[in-house]
């Protein structure tokens, strides 16, 4: 499979943005989703995570009541809409497969090509 994030770009704080994560080569059906960013000089953080077919999430501390994740089963394409952001969520941002249906930070293995995300104060 080949995970490919659209939709960055330059937004200024509180503004919104919405990725979007196409997966081609093979169906994502039976397995979890999730988006992780990565900002210059950082480690690799986990964003959120849905299960298959969509009905549970998991979000990080940090974008929780911001963020909202959702999978459109029919188009292979996961979805992150992003709303009241911040300077601190600048980061190149990549969607990843699990390994199954588990969606914790921990249960990713396949990383996409990332798009990204520059919010300026």
């Known amino acids: 499979v080949q995970l490919q994030a659209y939709g960055g770009g330059l937004v200024q704080a509180g503004g919104s943005l919405r990725l979007s994560c196409v997966a081609s080569g093979r169906t994502l059906s039976t397995y979890a989703m999730g988006w992780f960013r990565q900002a210059p000089g950082k480690e690799r953080e986990f964003v959120v995570g849905i299960n298959w077919p969509g009905g549970s999430t998991y979000y990080a501390d940090s974008v929780k009541g911001r963020f909202t994740i959702s999978r459109d089963n029919a188009k292979n394409t996961v979805y992150l809409q992003m709303n009241s952001l911040k300077v601190e969520d600048t980061a190149v941002y990549s969607c990843?497969?699990?390994?199954?249906?588990?969606?914790?930070?921990?249960?990713?293995?396949?990383w996409g090509q990332g798009t990204q995300v520059t919010v300026s104060s």
């Open positions: 990843a497969r699990s390994r199954g249906r588990h969606y914790a930070p921990e249960d990713y293995n396949y």
